[in-house]
């Protein structure tokens, strides 16, 4: 079995509830929705854990981002 890097194995535990070509699925400081969860609005497909710290920017799939100061490319 090959090694997995924290990183690619949290990428395989936590299933998000959805995805989208939203360009915050590049970063590595989206934090998904998670499957099965009821809490977040149908819209919210995760909270940027960089931006407006302590308290989470929600990232809906509707927001149109082009480019994001805050922007860490995931390593694949």
Not at 10 to 38: A, Y
Not at 66 to 73: E, R
Request: with cysteine; hydrophobic share 40%.
């Amino acid at each position: 079995m090959a090694e997995l890097t924290p990183e690619e194995f949290l990428d395989t535990v936590l299933v998000p509830e959805k995805k989208s070509d939203h360009i915050c699925w590049q970063c590595r400081s989206l934090k998904p929705v998670l499957k099965g969860s009821k809490f977040p609005p149908a819209d919210i497909i995760g909270w940027c854990m960089k931006i407006h710290w302590p308290d989470y920017w929600c990232v809906a799939d509707f927001n149109v981002i082009k480019k994001c100061y805050a922007f860490d490319a995931r390593k694949k």
